[in-house]
């Protein structure tokens, strides 16, 4: 009795997959042809990187709008940032360009996936401006501090649900930032959320990690112990003290909890199965 069942859904998924075959064999072609720009973007040889960047980021505006584009995975686009989140409702992609070792690009497209396979595209446009010790700030797609996003994290409270972006920027050949912010959608657009982190005194915007270029730090979400855990930075020496491209980590750890709607800075966890 089972087989005629079986037989029904093989016809179903059969004849769903023929009526998406153009569509996706459009995106797979999309993907081929960004995968040759990015290429081109990244090689050596290349004497004039702005046509690149325009021919990359028409080709995005235009694929990522369009249908089918939030389901594909687009794994072969291996040279850049592309985080989802959990509810699969947000996609960013980011990327960057260094002009000289003290000043770097960003560029950014932001998903937001909407009913019938719907999808809206935001640009994610650097501002240019410096981030370093930044706490409090307005931010936008359209007034953004650039950074590449490598982690997304989906956050539920009172019926909202927040988007925690992890990402990092190479600031100069001194130092290099980490932050922390986050984002909801609104009214289908993406919004910067404002003091949703706790840091014992004041409420602020977002986490900014500084540290110096020659040392890696880690800033990641440990699902064991529910927190966005990192390591704590301490000056070389005191007389470095603020002086953050000569900071480093000091072997212990510091975390973000998410408690009654907010970020709250945990001191001194025991996060002794970090990697």
């Known amino acids: 009795m089972a087989r005629p ?88 992609f980011t990327w960057h360009v260094m002009d000289d070792p003290d000043h770097y690009r960003y560029f950014g497209f932001l998903q937001v996936s909407l009913k019938k396979r719907k999808v809206k595209l935001y640009e994610l446009k650097d501002n240019g401006k410096a981030q370093r010790g930044i706490m409090k700030l307005d931010q936008s797609t359209e007034e953004w501090y650039g950074k590449l996003y490598y982690q997304v994290l989906s956050n539920r409270y009172r019926r909202k649900t927040y988007y925690t972006l992890l990402g990092m920027d190479f600031n100069d050949s001194r130092s290099t930032i980490k932050s922390v912010e986050v984002i909801a959608i609104q009214r289908n657009q993406p919004r910067f959320v404002k003091e949703l982190f706790f840091n014992g005194r004041d409420k602020v915007d977002r986490l900014v990690l500084e540290y110096a270029d020659q040392v890696a730090i880690s800033v990641r979400h440990d699902p064991d112990l529910k927190m966005i855990t990192f390591d704590h930075l301490v000056p070389f020496h005191p007389i470095y003290k603020n002086n953050f491209e000569f900071y480093g980590p000091d072997g212990s750890y510091d975390g973000l909890e998410f408690s009654g709607g907010l970020w709250t800075y945990r001191k001194d966890i025991d996060a002794r199965n970090i990697d």
Do not use: C
Not at 32 to 44: G, T, V
Not at 84 to 90: A, P, W
């Open 5 to 92: 069942f079986t037989i029904l859904i093989s016809l179903f998924f059969a004849v769903s997959i023929q009526a998406q075959k153009p569509e996706y064999l459009a995106l797979v072609k999309s993907e081929l042809h960004l995968q040759e720009l990015f290429n081109q973007l990244y090689s050596d040889t290349l004497s004039d990187m702005e046509p690149v960047l325009d021919s990359i980021r028409a080709v995005i505006n235009l694929t990522l709008s369009g249908p089918g584009s939030m389901d594909f995975p687009w794994s072969g686009l291996n040279r850049i940032g592309i985080v989802t989140s959990e509810d699969k409702r947000v996609r960013v």
